[in-house]
């Protein structure tokens, strides 16, 4: 259950930042996003660290490999999208940069192979996930 509750926020999360359309701010001097050739950029206050990544297609959806960091720098999570859809690969990780789940995405479904894993590595979880027709 707290699997199924982790991932439910995780792609609520995602689902918000991915129709945010406006830029951000923290103050008039300081743009926490930024938008440039394809790729969108989002930092914490400070801007001294990068908060998400990943390529935006011509629609402002995500396109492409989108990673998220924590505040210290670790990539906590990595999504690869196709005009704002899940499609392919996804890893989500804990603040102590093991693992917590892994899986494939097809048409923003989970599909194949999904494997949960608690703090120190060991796999509580794995299920196969047939693709709908």
């Known amino acids: 259950m707290k699997h199924k509750f982790l991932l439910l926020l995780l792609g609520l999360v995602l689902t918000v930042a991915c129709k945010e359309n406006t830029e951000k701010t923290q103050s008039p001097q300081e743009s926490l996003v930024e938008i440039k050739d394809g790729l969108y950029s989002e930092w914490y206050p400070g801007k001294k660290q990068l908060k998400f990544r990943g390529a935006i297609d011509s629609m ?22 196709s005009h704002g859809k899940r499609n392919g690969f996804s890893i989500v990780k804990y603040p102590n940069g093991r693992i917590n789940y892994r899986g494939e995405y097809s048409n923003d479904e989970q599909v194949g192979r999904w494997t949960t894993y608690d703090t120190t590595g060991k796999v509580i979880d794995e299920k196969i996930i047939q693709e709908n027709p």
Do not use: A
Request: cysteine-free.
């Open 60 to 81: 402002g959806q995500r396109d492409g490999k989108w990673e998220f960091y924590s505040e210290r720098g670790l990539v906590l999570s990595m999504t690869e999208y």
